[in-house]
């Protein structure tokens, strides 16, 4: 965007803030450019559109790190020259290296975002847009500008063209990518001095069978991950049912314990009962005794 194009800081500050508060600093700036005068750079203002989480995310990191866009970039023009040459292995390597980098640009992005927990859609929109850049042109320069509004759809790698909405330096928005298709099929991703390659059948069918590749790589290490997750799950409820058992025989051992305890301290009371019981039975005979004695030594001092 041009330096002295009015609009721009309010393209750069809407567009690099959260979302939530989008609303309330458009309504702000608005104000603030009517007030000074600038009815139609108010009215463009007014015009902007909140970016959804995930072209938020993107943002964040188009104006955090830019090399990390670059590294994008530089994919989409290497993954051209392996089309042209129809290099299998090549498009294979660059299958792997494209999802490596993609799940490292996600990463980054909600980061970037401090957004700790996406969730599964908002990461999916957030891989779309990655993907769709590398082979449309115009996704990849709105990513770079980090103003994009809504996520890009890929619709497959090198043919669909993706639907996306962006934010033009008038602060229009301008019309979909998917109508740009309607007249002309979209472009893979090159770089500005290098001419457009005419694709074969041959080249396409090579692209296509990488791509159902990639796929089927995707789907194996998906179902891995389930399987990976699915074991864990097990075995933290083996650990889970071998401790219970164990507090079980523990829980069950120390009542046990009590138990005895109690039948025998009841072993005792009974004997301390019988004991007391023995020695008031010994204390009315010593009485009794007691009592005979004294009768006698009367008996006698009477006699005497």
């Given at each position: 965007m041009p330096d002295d194009d009015p609009l721009a800081p309010a393209i750069d500050e809407l567009y690099g803030a959260d979302p939530?508060?989008?609303?309330?600093?458009?309504?702000?700036?608005?104000?603030?450019?009517?007030?000074?005068?600038?009815?139609?750079?108010a009215k463009q203002i007014g015009a902007l559109r909140k970016p959804t989480r995930s072209a938020y995310a993107i943002n964040r990191l188009?104006?955090?790190?830019?090399?990390?866009?670059g590294r994008l970039l530089e994919l989409g023009e290497r993954w051209q020259a392996a089309e042209q040459t129809v290099d299998a292995r090549q498009i294979r390597e660059l299958t792997a290296e494209r999802r490596r980098l993609i799940d490292e640009l996600t990463r980054a992005a909600f980061d970037a975002a401090g957004e700790a927990n996406p969730g599964a859609a908002v990461r999916d929109e957030v891989v779309s847009t990655?993907?769709?850049?590398?082979?449309?042109?115009?996704?990849?320069?709105?990513?770079?500008?980090?103003v994009l509004v809504k996520p890009a759809r890929w619709e497959g790698f090198g043919f669909g063209g993706p639907k996306l909405t962006l934010v033009t330096t008038d602060g229009e928005q301008a019309a979909p990518a998917r109508a740009r298709a309607d007249r002309?099929?979209?472009?893979?991703?090159?770089?500005?001095?290098?001419p457009r390659p005419r694709q074969s059948a041959a080249e396409r069918e090579q692209a296509k069978e990488a791509?159902?590749?990639?796929?089927?790589?995707?789907?194996?290490?998906?179902?891995a991950e389930a399987a990976a997750a699915r074991d864990q799950a097990l075995a933290d409820a083996q650990r889970a049912v071998d401790e219970a058992e164990e507090n079980l025989i523990l829980a069950t051992d120390e009542e046990q314990s009590r138990v005895d305890r109690v039948r025998a301290l009841e072993q005792e009371l009974s004997d301390a009962r019988r004991a007391v019981d023995e020695a008031r039975r010994d204390v009315r005979r010593?009485?009794?005794a007691q009592r005979r004695a004294q009768n006698a030594l009367r008996r006698l001092e009477r006699r005497g």
């Amino acid at each position: 965007m041009p330096d002295d194009d009015p609009l721009a800081p309010a393209i750069d500050e809407l567009y690099g803030a959260d979302p939530d508060a989008f609303m309330q600093r458009r309504t702000e700036l608005v104000k603030a450019a009517r007030d000074s005068g600038g009815q139609q750079v108010a009215k463009q203002i007014g015009a902007l559109r909140k970016p959804t989480r995930s072209a938020y995310a993107i943002n964040r990191l188009a104006r955090s790190d830019p090399d990390a866009i670059g590294r994008l970039l530089e994919l989409g023009e290497r993954w051209q020259a392996a089309e042209q040459t129809v290099d299998a292995r090549q498009i294979r390597e660059l299958t792997a290296e494209r999802r490596r980098l993609i799940d490292e640009l996600t990463r980054a992005a909600f980061d970037a975002a401090g957004e700790a927990n996406p969730g599964a859609a908002v990461r999916d929109e957030v891989v779309s847009t990655f993907t769709a850049a590398l082979s449309d042109e115009s996704v990849a320069e709105e990513i770079e500008r980090g103003v994009l509004v809504k996520p890009a759809r890929w619709e497959g790698f090198g043919f669909g063209g993706p639907k996306l909405t962006l934010v033009t330096t008038d602060g229009e928005q301008a019309a979909p990518a998917r109508a740009r298709a309607d007249r002309s099929p979209p472009r893979p991703y090159r770089s500005p001095s290098r001419p457009r390659p005419r694709q074969s059948a041959a080249e396409r069918e090579q692209a296509k069978e990488a791509e159902r590749q990639a796929e089927a790589e995707r789907r194996a290490r998906d179902e891995a991950e389930a399987a990976a997750a699915r074991d864990q799950a097990l075995a933290d409820a083996q650990r889970a049912v071998d401790e219970a058992e164990e507090n079980l025989i523990l829980a069950t051992d120390e009542e046990q314990s009590r138990v005895d305890r109690v039948r025998a301290l009841e072993q005792e009371l009974s004997d301390a009962r019988r004991a007391v019981d023995e020695a008031r039975r010994d204390v009315r005979r010593a009485e009794i005794a007691q009592r005979r004695a004294q009768n006698a030594l009367r008996r006698l001092e009477r006699r005497g």
